[in-house]
């Protein structure tokens, strides 16, 4: 059933299924006009027969009784011989057309004995009939007393329409039509295909260049609103960073000088205090910054080595003096942007280490409707997550603790900077957990051939 969920097995169905009908009731038609043609015949030729037998009858009784075998031998083909008359009649009646036909004819002027369709009552054989065929026997009282014997065969049927090499043709015809659909079909999704593989790739790279405007109108309407959507996310984007850096920058001057002045300030707990809500002013603004650099796309793409890029981020985190171990290796290769993938993994380990202490990395490989995928599983020790709270955290500056403070909650942008990071490389980001303890942030990437 999920096959047939794609648009070009429903067109090729939809066309198949609609020629093969239309062939169908073609035939059925044909068929019944070509019944009817026979039945029509074969009325017309019975009629003709009938009235050629009851003229060739009155003839021959017309005839004196010495002359009429030369006559019989010279039309033996029409089946009649002169034959004593039956003393006993027996009761059967004509069963065929033509034997009903031609006694309705004669019965006004000629007595007419039917007797039984057996095979000794035939007076001939035609050769593509078998020797014991039934026919049927008429035997018609001329005026003088004598009978004359005449045989029936019954009409062949007619031969069927489908002839040995009609399966040929019809086989020949269905391969014919399957091939059209699928051409059909391959044609018009062509196009849809290639939008759709554009619209994967401008979450990978908002820069990339823009579709060339060809093919049907529709096809041309569509490429035309997908370039211009994506003109309008690129400058929308690109003002966005431009304002936050912006802000960031002019920000920087009275920050700094903030900080010089509270180093003036003589109560040491006032001073603390100040100094603790600047850094977390900076943090802010630091993290904001890169948020909107987590929608950007700037960076390029290249083959990355994973197993050595979370290696590094574990010894970097070690010589920090944090517990972080890299458990399993995959050997992978995936198509990433290394800084922006770094970020991402890097505040992945922070969570971890901040709410549970310590961080354990596996790296699983999978395969999920012919896409293989790399799974870079981060766990920790921490409390976890509340499952009706997980779709959350994700949500820009929200936090399940209430307090601000470097220590406890932060700023609320690490998942929302990684689930970004981990959408531009076509991947996803999920949590889960733990049975034991803990909760574990699975970032999942595809793994290109």
């Not at 003002?239 to 920058?249: D, K, S």
Request: proline share 5%; hydrophobic share 40%; charged share 20%.
């Amino acid at each position: 059933m999920k096959r047939f969920d794609t648009v070009s097995v429903r067109i090729f169905s939809v066309l198949l299924l609609g020629i093969l009908c239309s062939a169908a009731l073609t035939w059925w038609l044909a068929f019944g006009e070509r019944q009817t043609s026979i039945s029509n015949e074969r009325n017309s030729y019975r009629t003709d027969r009938a009235k050629h037998a009851e003229q060739l009858i009155h003839a021959i009784d017309a005839l004196p009784a010495a002359n009429r075998d030369g006559l019989l031998k010279a039309i033996h083909r029409f089946g009649l011989k002169v034959v004593p008359v039956p003393t006993q009649v027996p009761a059967y009646e004509a069963s065929t057309p033509y034997g009903i036909a031609l006694s309705e004819r004669l019965s006004k002027s000629f007595k007419i004995i039917p007797l039984p369709p057996a095979p000794e009552n035939c007076l001939m054989r035609l050769d593509d009939r078998g020797p014991s065929e039934a026919c049927e026997a008429l035997i018609f009282v001329l005026s003088d007393g004598s009978g004359l014997h005449q045989t029936i065969f019954p009409a062949r049927p007619p031969s069927t329409p489908i002839q040995p090499e009609t399966y040929f043709y019809l086989a020949l015809f269905l391969a014919c039509i399957a091939a059209l659909a699928l051409f059909v079909s391959r044609m018009t999704i062509r196009p849809l295909q290639h939008l759709a593989q554009a619209a994967t790739d401008l979450g990978q790279d908002i820069n990339r260049p823009a579709l060339t405007e060809g093919g049907p109108k529709e096809i041309r309407q569509a490429v035309s609103a997908f370039n211009f959507m994506q003109l309008r996310i690129r400058d929308h984007i690109q003002q966005r960073t431009q304002m936050l850096a912006a802000i960031t920058h002019d920000l920087q001057t009275p920050l700094t000088r903030l900080r010089l002045r509270l180093e003036k300030v003589n109560d040491v707990e006032l001073h603390d205090k100040l100094v603790g809500d600047l850094s977390n002013m900076q943090l802010m603004v630091k993290e904001g910054l890169d948020l909107a650099r987590s929608m950007d796309s700037n960076e390029t793409l290249q083959a990355l080595d994973i197993d050595s890029l979370i290696d590094s981020l574990c010894s970097d985190a070690c010589d920090a003096g944090h517990e972080v171990s890299l458990v399993d290796k995959s050997g992978a290769t995936v198509m990433a942007r290394p800084q922006a993938l770094r970020r991402c993994i890097n505040n992945l380990l922070d969570n971890a280490i901040k709410y549970g202490n310590r961080a354990q990395i596996h790296l699983l490989q999978s395969n999920e409707l012919k896409q293989k995928w790399l799974h870079i599983c981060v766990r920790d020790n921490g409390p976890g997550i509340p499952a009706d709270q997980q779709h959350r955290v994700f949500e820009p500056f929200f936090r399940i603790e209430s307090s601000r403070s470097r220590e406890t909650g932060g700023t609320g942008l690490g998942l929302t900077i990684a689930l970004n990071i981990a959408r531009q490389h076509n991947g996803k980001l999920s949590l889960t957990n733990l049975d034991d303890g803990g909760l574990e942030v699975r970032l999942s990437l595809p793994i290109k051939r």
